[in-house]
Nanobody, 115 residues
Framework: QVQLVESGGGLVQAGGSLRLSCVASRSTFRFKTMGWYRQTPGKQRELVAF????????DYADSVKGRFTISRDNAKNTLYLQMNSLKPEDTAVYYCNTHVATFDWGQGTQVTVSS
């Protein structure tokens, strides 16, 4: 099974930026459409961005469109999420997985945006 390790979260002021990374343990990653999800207490995990296996196609939730950019480096089995113009409502634990969540979930990385 593929292990996913997310990193790059932290505390940032509103308007700031963060770059998240997700490293997959196996090269199976390269053949999967991958996504970034986020979850806040009491709410369901939501998909905020996804990218095709080759990286040529991306899509975003309306709430992050124009501010977040998803990318990947298949040679490094790594997925990225560049987050700009962060808002307090972006505060959440962020996870990566396939776009249909077929891998085991990692531990996630906490993003906290202060106002």
């Amino acid at each position: 099974q593929v292990q996913l390790v997310e990193s790059g979260g932290g505390l940032v002021q509103a308007g700031g930026s963060l770059r998240l990374s997700c490293v997959a343990s196996r090269s199976t990653f390269r053949f999967k459409t991958m996504g970034w999800y986020r979850q806040t207490p009491g709410k369901q995990r939501e998909l905020v961005a996804f990218i095709s296996a080759g990286g040529s196609s991306t899509d975003y939730a309306d709430s992050v469109k124009g501010r977040f950019t998803i990318s990947r480096d298949n040679a490094k089995n790594t997925l990225y999420l560049q987050m700009n113009s962060l808002k307090p409502e972006d505060t959440a634990v962020y996870y990566c997985n396939t776009h249909v969540a077929t891998f085991d979930w990692g531990q996630g990385t906490q993003v906290t945006v202060s106002s």
